[in-house]
Nanobody, 125 residues
Framework: QVQLVESGGGLVQAGGSLRLSCAAS????????VGWFRQAPGKEREFVAA????????SYADSLKGRFTISRDNSKNTVYLQMNSLKADDTGVYSC??????????????????WGQGTQVTVSS
């Protein structure tokens, strides 16, 4: 069983930065791959980024490459999402999720068994 708690969301002006954290409980978290997803009001959930258990592979939504960076610290059971040059379109609820296949950096939400509650990110223009 893995429990995930996101933090670091908030209100930021366009062009600013935020770093989201996904803190996990569970002894086996370091064996899971982790993804970040987001959902804007009235829109479907979309993939943001993912990282394998050992940080050797990361993947990003094409539209976010160069602005967002995913990383993890297994000693702290935490995965991070650094978001730079934020735009109003980045507004939404950001959730992290854990995939028991630690080698996967897949984009489909169906790969992920455990989800956090999400943290709100609002970018003002």
């Amino acid at each position: 069983q893995v429990q995930l708690v996101e933090s670091g969301g908030g209100l930021v002006q366009a062009g600013g930065s935020l770093r989201l954290s996904c803190a996990a409980s569970g002894r086996t978290f370091s064996t899971y791959s982790v993804g970040w997803f987001r959902q804007a009001p009235g829109k479907e959930r979309e993939f943001v980024a993912a990282v394998t258990y050992n940080s050797k592979t990361t993947s990003y939504a094409d539209s976010l490459k160069g602005r967002f960076t995913i990383s993890r610290d297994n000693s702290k059971n935490t995965v991070y999402l650094q978001m730079n040059s934020l735009k109003a379109d980045d507004t939404g609820v950001y959730s992290c999720a854990a995939n028991p296949n630690g080698f996967s950096s897949g984009r489909s939400p169906t790969l992920y068994n455990y989800w956090g509650q999400g943290t709100q990110v609002t970018v003002s223009s």
